[in-house]
C-alpha cells in the first residue's frame, strides 16, 4: 500500500514537472510577440510599397534624368493623391510623390493650360503641406512647399516664414544653402526684408565656408534685390577668400 502511494507520488511529481516545462518562459513569450509585431509591419511596408510601384519608378526616372513623357507624369501623378488621402508618412512614399507633384507643376504651362496648371499647383501645395507635416525636420520639404506658394502668388510674409524655417532646420548645409540661394536669387526686395535674418546668415556662410567651384558658378547672375546682402557679405571676406571665388567666376570686386 506504502509502495503504491510512493509511485502514485512520483507519478504525479513527473506530470507536474513536464507541465512546468511545457510552459513558456516569460522571454519566448516576448520574442513571440515582437516577431508577429515586426511581421505585421513588414506587411504593411510590402503592400504599400507595391500600391505606390509606379510613383517609385517614375520619380527615379525622372531623379536620374530620364525621359518621361507627359501623359505619363500626369497619370502617375494623379495617384499622389492617395498618398495625402491615405495620410501615408513613410519617408520614401513622401519624397517620390514630393518629385512627381513638383515636376507635373514644372511641366504646366499657365499661359497655354491655365486650368491644368491651377489644378496642378494646388494639388502640390497640398501635398507639400502633407510632406511638412509628415517630416516637420526635413529642411528640403519646406523649401519646395515655399517654391509652391511662390509659384502661385507671391505672398512675401507667408513665403519668408517657410524659408525661414528652411534655414532653420539646415542652417550650415551646403546643398540646402545652395538650394535656397537660388530661390532668395529670385524672389522681390519685400520677400527678402521679410527674411532678411535668414538671407543675411545663407548669403554670408555660402561666401565664407561654401566650396568656391559650386559658389561662383551659383553666384554668377545675382538680382538686383538680392545684390546688397551679397555686396555687404563679400565685403567681409579675406582676400584670399575673394581670390578662390573669383578663379570661379565670382568677382566680388566687380560686382555693379
Known amino acids: 500500500m506504502w509502495q503504491r502511494a510512493r509511485v502514485s507520488g512520483h507519478a504525479q511529481q513527473r506530470v507536474l514537472t ?17 516577431a508577429v509585431v515586426l511581421l505585421i509591419f513588414a506587411i504593411a511596408d510590402i503592400k504599400q510599397s507595391a500600391r505606390f510601384a509606379d510613383i517609385f519608378l517614375v520619380a527615379e526616372r525622372l531623379e536620374q534624368s530620364e525621359q518621361v513623357s507627359l501623359e505619363t507624369l500626369i497619370k502617375t501623378a494623379a495617384k499622389t493623391d492617395a498618398i495625402v488621402s491615405g495620410d501615408y508618412c513613410r519617408s520614401d512614399i513622401v519624397m517620390a510623390g514630393t518629385t512627381l507633384v513638383l515636376n507635373r507643376l514644372d511641366a504646366a504651362n499657365e499661359i497655354t493650360g491655365y486650368d491644368a496648371w491651377v489644378k496642378a499647383a494646388d494639388d502640390a501645395e497640398s501635398y507639400m503641406r502633407h510632406a511638412v507635416s509628415c517630416m516637420p525636420t526635413e529642411s528640403n ?17 507667408a513665403i519668408a516664414r517657410l524659408l525661414n524655417m528652411s534655414a ?6 551646403e546643398f540646402a544653402l545652395l538650394a535656397r540661394f537660388y530661390f532668395w536669387n529670385r524672389l522681390n526686395a519685400t520677400t527678402l526684408e521679410n527674411a532678411h535674418l ?14 568656391s567651384r559650386k559658389v ?7 538680382s538686383p ?18 581670390t578662390s571665388l573669383a578663379w570661379f567666376g565670382l568677382n566680388l570686386d566687380k560686382l555693379p
Not at 513536464?18 to 515582437?34: E, I
Not at 561662383?216 to 545675382?222: C, K, Q, S, V, Y
Not at 546682402?229 to 571676406?237: F, I, N, S
Open 168 to 173: 532653420r532646420l539646415a542652417p550650415a548645409d
Open 18 to 34: 513536464r507541465a512546468a516545462l511545457s510552459l513558456p518562459s516569460p522571454l519566448s513569450v516576448l520574442f513571440l510577440l515582437t
Open 198 to 211: 535668414s538671407v543675411e546668415s545663407d548669403v554670408s556662410l555660402l561666401l565664407k565656408l561654401g566650396d
Open 216 to 222: 561662383g558658378p551659383a553666384l554668377t547672375r545675382i
Open 225 to 242: 534685390a538680392l545684390l546688397p546682402y551679397v555686396k555687404t557679405a563679400g565685403a567681409k571676406l579675406t582676400a584670399e577668400r575673394k
Open 141 to 157: 520639404l519646406w523649401l519646395r512647399l515655399a517654391i509652391v506658394r511662390a509659384i502661385i502668388v507671391q505672398e512675401p510674409k
